[in-house]
Protein backbone atom coordinates (compact mmCIF):
# COMPACT_ATOMS: atom_id res chain seq x y z
CA UNK A 1 0.00 0.00 0.00
CA UNK A 2 2.63 2.47 0.82
CA UNK A 3 4.32 1.78 -2.51
CA UNK A 4 1.20 2.83 -3.79
CA UNK A 5 0.51 6.07 -2.07
CA UNK A 6 4.13 6.77 -3.41
CA UNK A 7 3.68 6.24 -6.83
CA UNK A 8 0.40 8.15 -7.00
CA UNK A 9 2.03 10.74 -5.54
CA UNK A 10 5.29 10.94 -8.34
CA UNK A 11 2.70 10.39 -11.21
CA UNK A 12 0.58 13.92 -9.60
CA UNK A 13 3.89 15.55 -9.31
CA UNK A 14 5.20 14.80 -13.19
CA UNK A 15 1.88 15.62 -14.03
CA UNK A 16 2.07 18.93 -12.44
CA UNK A 17 5.21 19.80 -13.71
CA UNK A 18 4.74 18.98 -16.82
CA UNK A 19 0.99 21.03 -16.50
CA UNK A 20 3.30 24.38 -14.88
CA UNK A 21 5.12 24.88 -18.29
CA UNK A 22 1.94 23.98 -20.50
CA UNK A 23 0.34 26.20 -18.64
CA UNK A 24 3.12 29.07 -18.98
CA UNK A 25 2.67 33.19 -20.86
CA UNK A 26 3.73 32.27 -24.29
CA UNK A 27 3.57 35.81 -25.31
CA UNK A 28 6.27 36.39 -22.37
CA UNK A 29 7.69 33.89 -23.62
CA UNK A 30 8.52 34.38 -27.17
CA UNK A 31 9.29 38.05 -26.02
CA UNK A 32 12.22 36.44 -23.80
CA UNK A 33 13.41 34.30 -27.07
CA UNK A 34 13.94 37.49 -28.53
CA UNK A 35 17.41 36.98 -26.53
CA UNK A 36 17.95 33.35 -27.68
CA UNK A 37 17.06 34.11 -31.66
CA UNK A 38 20.71 35.12 -32.78
CA UNK A 39 21.86 32.40 -31.92
CA UNK A 40 19.51 29.65 -32.00
CA UNK A 41 16.75 28.55 -34.76
CA UNK A 42 13.43 27.30 -33.72
CA UNK A 43 11.69 26.35 -37.07
CA UNK A 44 14.47 25.08 -39.35
CA UNK A 45 17.53 22.55 -38.69
CA UNK A 46 19.69 25.01 -39.39
CA UNK A 47 22.82 26.03 -36.51
CA UNK A 48 23.70 29.03 -36.14
CA UNK A 49 26.38 30.29 -33.33
CA UNK A 50 24.35 27.53 -30.90
CA UNK A 51 22.60 24.42 -32.40
CA UNK A 52 19.10 24.66 -33.93
CA UNK A 53 16.13 23.45 -31.52
CA UNK A 54 13.80 21.66 -33.68
CA UNK A 55 13.05 18.61 -32.06
CA UNK A 56 14.96 20.01 -28.47
CA UNK A 57 12.42 17.73 -25.98
CA UNK A 58 13.05 14.20 -25.66
CA UNK A 59 16.74 14.91 -27.67
CA UNK A 60 20.27 13.56 -26.07
CA UNK A 61 22.43 16.47 -25.12
CA UNK A 62 25.02 17.52 -27.61
CA UNK A 63 23.51 15.49 -30.63
CA UNK A 64 22.63 17.78 -33.66
CA UNK A 65 24.58 16.78 -36.59
CA UNK A 66 26.78 18.96 -38.26
CA UNK A 67 26.91 21.20 -34.66
CA UNK A 68 29.94 21.41 -32.65
CA UNK A 69 29.33 21.04 -28.92
CA UNK A 70 32.27 21.77 -26.09
CA UNK A 71 33.48 18.62 -24.74
CA UNK A 72 31.33 19.28 -22.06
CA UNK A 73 27.76 19.12 -23.85
CA UNK A 74 29.16 16.30 -26.64
CA UNK A 75 30.06 13.62 -23.26
CA UNK A 76 27.06 15.13 -21.37
CA UNK A 77 24.30 11.89 -20.60
CA UNK A 78 21.06 14.00 -20.21
CA UNK A 79 18.22 14.40 -22.32
CA UNK A 80 16.36 17.73 -22.59
CA UNK A 81 13.03 18.10 -20.87
CA UNK A 82 11.26 21.04 -19.02
CA UNK A 83 13.38 20.02 -15.82
CA UNK A 84 16.87 19.95 -17.56
CA UNK A 85 16.20 23.21 -19.88
CA UNK A 86 15.18 24.58 -16.84
CA UNK A 87 18.12 24.16 -15.21
CA UNK A 88 20.07 25.16 -18.07
CA UNK A 89 18.27 28.18 -18.77
CA UNK A 90 18.78 29.58 -15.32
CA UNK A 91 22.44 29.36 -15.25
CA UNK A 92 24.19 27.27 -18.27
CA UNK A 93 27.39 27.18 -16.80
CA UNK A 94 26.40 26.58 -13.20
CA UNK A 95 24.08 23.46 -14.76
CA UNK A 96 27.15 22.04 -17.33
CA UNK A 97 30.33 23.36 -16.69
CA UNK A 98 32.71 23.63 -19.83
CA UNK A 99 29.94 24.96 -21.66
CA UNK A 100 30.06 26.90 -24.52
CA UNK A 101 26.47 28.99 -24.09
CA UNK A 102 27.84 32.09 -22.62
CA UNK A 103 25.00 33.57 -21.07
CA UNK A 104 24.23 34.71 -17.94
CA UNK A 105 20.95 33.06 -17.55
CA UNK A 106 17.23 33.75 -16.51
CA UNK A 107 17.08 34.23 -13.00
CA UNK A 108 12.89 34.34 -12.76
CA UNK A 109 11.78 30.90 -12.40
CA UNK A 110 8.14 32.14 -14.19
CA UNK A 111 10.10 33.41 -16.77
CA UNK A 112 11.64 30.56 -17.54
CA UNK A 113 8.77 28.74 -17.31
CA UNK A 114 6.93 31.08 -20.08
CA UNK A 115 10.02 30.71 -22.39
CA UNK A 116 9.93 26.71 -22.04
CA UNK A 117 6.10 26.89 -22.47
CA UNK A 118 6.70 28.93 -25.56
CA UNK A 119 9.79 26.52 -26.90
CA UNK A 120 6.99 23.68 -26.67
CA UNK A 121 5.07 25.18 -28.88
CA UNK A 122 7.29 25.70 -31.15
CA UNK A 123 10.36 22.97 -31.19
CA UNK A 124 8.36 19.84 -30.90
CA UNK A 125 8.04 19.18 -35.27
CA UNK A 126 10.96 16.57 -36.52
Avoid at 53 to 73: K, P
Wanted: glycine share 8%; net charge negative.
Amino acid sequence: MKNLVMLSALIVAVHSTNWTYAAGNNENGKMLFGECKSCHELADKENRIGPHLVGIFGRSAGSVQGFLYSEAMSSSAFSWNENTLDQYIAAPENFLQGTRMHFGGIPDPEDRKDLIAFLKTETLDE
